[in-house]
């Protein structure tokens, strides 16, 4: 099986798609998924934001140091 990626105009996106789908011999592989890499970069942000909460910077106060 060969696999390719389109890049799709947005206003044309819908329709591009419902036309795909009529094609009994195309699959559809939804491609939002997060790859593991991502996923394990956030879970472990995640971890040292629960270990130590007071290094974390106010939104409010750092946008002033911008």
């Known amino acids: ?3 390719i990626t389109l890049n799709i105009n947005d206003s044309n996106f819908e329709t591009f798609l419902e036309f795909i789908k009529t ?3 195309v699959d559809i592989i939804d491609s ?3 790859p593991e890499e ?3 970069l956030i879970m472990d ?3 040292r934001y629960q270990t ?3 290094r974390l910077l106010d939104w409010d106060e750092a946008q ?3």
């Open 38 to 40: 991502h996923q394990q």
């Open 52 to 54: 130590d909460t007071n």
């Open 1 to 3: 099986m060969k696999q």
């Open 23 to 25: 094609l009994d011999y």
């Open 64 to 66: 002033k140091d911008l």
């Open 32 to 34: 939002t998924e997060i």
């Open 45 to 47: 942000r995640f971890e």
